[in-house]
């Protein structure tokens, strides 16, 4: 039987791209963080596999925690030459990742996961976009670190949806915020 009562969502997450994508799209959800421990090297070749298992620990751990209503989990990575390019580390490590990325394209990876509580379905998708970072000057380099937009995003960059003038995306936008908003207006409802 489904109910016709709103779907109680809660974002098991801290991000705030990712509580503003939510609202920004008119969700009405709670957050609880999950309190994971997040690896720092992928454990496997594939970044389907890595993003998917980050959020299936994120959404367990919050999903143990709820009664009723649909948890929302999901984790972001860059994936470039094979491996995950990763949140930086400080001013250094941010430099680093970006002169890895300028000039060329990577992917940006989100696995989500949806998880209904009480009865325990689950429903899980990754998602792709290819992003192409522009070349930077080091004088470019260096005006970009100093806006600390890097700060806690994986491959070193917060993307501006509209007009970024270091980043183009083939695929969802939302995606490399944090969100795939298209296919979680596609999938939410399902478990509603």
């Not at 609880?32 to 454990?43: D, L, S």
């Not at 620990?57 to 709820?66: E, I, N, P, S």
């Amino acid at each position: 039987m489904v109910s016709n009562a709103p779907i109680r969502l809660i974002l098991a997450s801290g991000s705030p791209a990712r509580r503003e994508l939510l609202t920004r799209y008119g969700y009405a959800f709670e957050v609880r963080p999950a309190r994971v421990e997040e690896p720092t090297e992928a454990g496997h070749g594939d970044p389907r596999s890595y993003v998917q298992e980050i959020a299936w620990m994120k959404v367990a751990a919050v999903a143990a925690t709820v009664n009723d209503g649909v948890v929302l989990a999901a984790d972001t990575v860059g994936w470039c030459d094979g491996r995950p390019v990763l949140k930086p580390d400080d001013e250094g490590d941010a430099r680093r990742i970006l002169r890895m990325l300028g000039g060329r394209h990577h992917e940006l990876w989100t696995g989500v996961c949806l998880w209904r509580q009480p009865d325990g379905l689950q429903l899980a998708w990754q998602e792709m976009s290819r992003v192409h970072m522009k070349a930077m000057s080091d004088a470019e380099l260096d005006d970009y670190i100093r806006t600390r937009q890097w700060v806690g995003c994986s491959g070193a960059y917060a993307i501006k949806e509209e007009g970024d003038p270091l980043l183009t995306v083939d695929g969802s936008v939302t995606n490399v915020v944090g969100l795939p908003m298209e296919s979680l207006g596609k999938y939410l409802p399902m478990l509603g």
